[in-house]
């Protein structure tokens, strides 16, 4: 019976991972925490609803459109939002994201209204029996999608010139740009990457909830919370964080007293609080050394 | 004319503003002041001592239930009451004081996230809802001083005005103290500050405790203007609207926070003919003051003043 619920935990936590993970690219190379992340989110899942359910693509054939479409929204918020108020400091950004994010929830509801809707799985069929464990497909999807991402997005900044260039922005602006490196166009790429994240997460969470407006925020919560305790500015302790939020959360449910489940929320905060209490830099991130 | 001639002068205006306003206008005008307690409780915080929090809005249910319950339950006077839950509030302030020992930016951001999550989710729990009403939250009287009972708008804004004017002088006084530039010294160098002699444990205390007071009281202010209160105003996008009150004022000044509050409480009542376009303009009018005034509304207001010598001159002394 636990195993079962470790592996619903991880599948959770995967998608905790991915919002984590396009809130930590974003961070790490514009140091701005992006609220907007849930609506881009919401909006990119939206776009695969009209593709899937509206026109009838098959899951295969939206994706990757749905993919380009949160690049291209992350480039645009980029280019049109945070750009023009790169002289603001940085709390002040985070209340940009916000207003993109609402002008965003106005545009959906225009387009889609407000009721609920619902998406299909990637795949469908018959559940998977491994022991005394029983998974649907779409769990299987969405750990082979949270594996593969994490792998591609390590080899993309540990090994490409465009990842060391990311890397070296994230370090020192002003030094990667004297060395000729485009910042401008590294922050574009990131919020592109980050978005385009979310837009997986996205599509990958609504088929198993209904999506509306306002059902991404708590996933967004939750992954930011996940990538704040992996560190915020490392990748694999987004991962990391976000697996343990799912997982925590799974086996609180489990745990067979009433207030318990209640307290699911709060118990998940005071967790990663008392864990942030131990290392205060994140279990994966670097630590903070104070300069005199 | 000197400053001081200007700040009569807007306290005269204060005082005659209801004068030809509608009684629903006048109760936004008190909700307003009710915020801005709670901006600039949150700058305080933020501005001065340099510590991140987006939980404000526990605070202000604190306060609000706690003024309410000690006047209901304990039948205290609201002059006990209210300065009560102000510093009740103040106290439970320092339970964020404890992981900020440890933790900064976005690190403490998540902690106090997590606490505005837990207060909203504790209230609502059945255990003690005869007390606080579970989800349909209760009744709050209305206040009142000797046999005098504040129930009209008008009453409401004249004391509300008092008190916010009363706390914003105090509060500008202490930014200003020893206690002040002590927050400023450990935000801007902590290991200089510690070297002259400032405790930082103490002074995060303090700056814990001075935010949680005033938002506190924001929060009894705003339960007894409105006279209900319910554990569903108090959830992160009351955190996150505070928050944004003092980034869009300015962040690290009083004035600033001043001016925040009162644009984002009536930002919605001007977009109101909108209708489906509110969200929308909400969300563009936030872009838009960062893009176009990086530093918030004083900040834009500061560079004007240093740009146009004909301002500085309204407002030198003794002419």
Do not use: C
């Not at chain 1, 969470?205 to 704040?228: E, N, Q, R, S």
């Not at chain 1, 942030?276 to 630590?287: K, Y």
């Not at chain 2, 939980?55 to 706690?66: E, P, R, S």
């Amino acid at each position: 019976m636990i195993e079962q619920y470790i592996v619903l935990g991880l599948a959770q936590g995967s998608l905790y991972a991915l919002m984590a993970l396009g809130m930590v690219l974003i961070f790490k190379t514009t140091d701005i925490v992006n609220f907007g992340q849930a609506d881009m989110t919401m909006f990119s899942a939206y776009v695969g609803f009209t593709l899937m359910v509206g026109l009838g693509w098959p899951f295969w054939a939206a994706l990757p459109l749905v993919i380009a479409f949160g690049f291209l929204l992350g480039i645009v918020v980029e280019r049109l939002a945070l750009r023009p108020a790169q002289q603001a400091p940085v709390v002040s950004l985070l209340i940009v994201t916000l207003g993109v994010a609402l002008m965003l929830n106005a545009i959906a509801s225009w387009i889609w209204g407000f009721d609920p809707k619902s998406l299909p799985y990637a795949i469908s069929g018959p559940p998977v029996v491994l022991g005394n464990i029983i998974l649907t497909r779409h769990d299987l999807v969405i750990f082979g999608t949270t594996i593969l991402l994490s792998v591609g997005f390590f080899a993309l900044l540990k090994f490409t010139k465009i990842g060391t260039a990311m890397r070296a922005a994230a370090q020192n602006r002003l030094g990667a740009q004297l060395l000729g490196i485009p910042v401008h166009r590294i922050n574009m790429l990131s919020w592109g990457l980050g978005v385009a994240l979310g837009a997986v997460a996205g599509v990958l969470i609504a088929p198993l909830v209904f999506l509306d407006l306002y059902v991404m925020v708590f996933v967004m919560l939750k992954g930011f919370a996940a990538a704040v305790l992996g560190g915020f500015t490392s990748l694999p302790g987004a991962i990391v964080g976000g697996l343990l939020v799912g997982l925590f959360e799974s086996l609180l449910i489990a745990v067979p007293f009433e207030l318990v489940n209640q307290l699911k929320e709060t118990l998940v905060f005071v967790l990663i609080v008392v864990l942030l209490a131990v290392r205060p830099q994140g279990l994966l991130g670097e630590p903070i050394h104070r300069r005199v | 004319m000197p400053a001081r001639a200007w700040l009569g002068l807007l306290l005269l205006g204060l005082v005659l503003m209801p004068v030809g306003l509608k009684g629903y206008t006048i109760y936004i005008v008190s909700l307003a002041g009710a915020n801005v307690l709670a901006a600039v409780g949150l700058n305080i915080l933020m501005g001065y001592a340099g510590q991140v929090s987006i939980g404000q809005a526990a605070f202000l249910a604190i306060g609000g239930y706690t003024s309410a319950l000690l006047m209901t339950e304990l039948g205290l006077a609201f002059w006990i009451a209210f300065p009560f839950a102000g510093l009740i509030t103040g106290i439970t302030g320092l339970i964020l004081f404890i992981p900020a020992l440890r933790l900064s930016a976005i690190y403490l951001a998540i902690a106090t996230l997590g606490f505005g999550a837990a207060v909203q989710q504790l209230i609502p729990l059945p255990y003690w809802s005869a007390i606080l009403g579970g989800h349909e939250g209760i009744k709050v009287p209305r206040p009142s001083l000797g046999g005098f009972v504040f129930d009209t708008d008008l009453e409401l804004y004249y004391l509300t005005l008092v008190i916010v004017l009363m706390l914003i002088a105090l509060s500008q006084n202490v930014v200003r103290s020893y206690i002040g530039r002590a927050f400023i010294a450990l935000r801007d160098k902590p290991a200089a500050a510690e070297a002259l002699g400032i405790n930082p444990t103490r002074y995060k205390a303090y700056a814990f405790f001075i935010s949680a007071f005033l938002t506190g009281i924001a929060g009894a202010l705003q339960a007894h203007i409105v006279g209900r209160i319910s554990p569903g105003e108090f959830g992160l996008g009351k955190s996150i609207e505070i928050f944004a009150m003092v980034i869009l004022g300015g962040i690290g000044s009083l004035p600033g926070s001043v001016l925040g509050a009162l644009f984002l409480t009536f930002l919605p009542h001007w977009l109101s003919g909108a209708k489906q376009f509110y969200t929308f303009a909400y969300g563009a009018a936030l872009v838009l003051v960062i893009i176009f005034m990086p530093y918030g509304v004083w900040g834009f207001f500061m560079r004007l003043y240093y740009r146009f010598p004909a301002l500085q001159k309204l407002f030198a002394k003794g002419t």
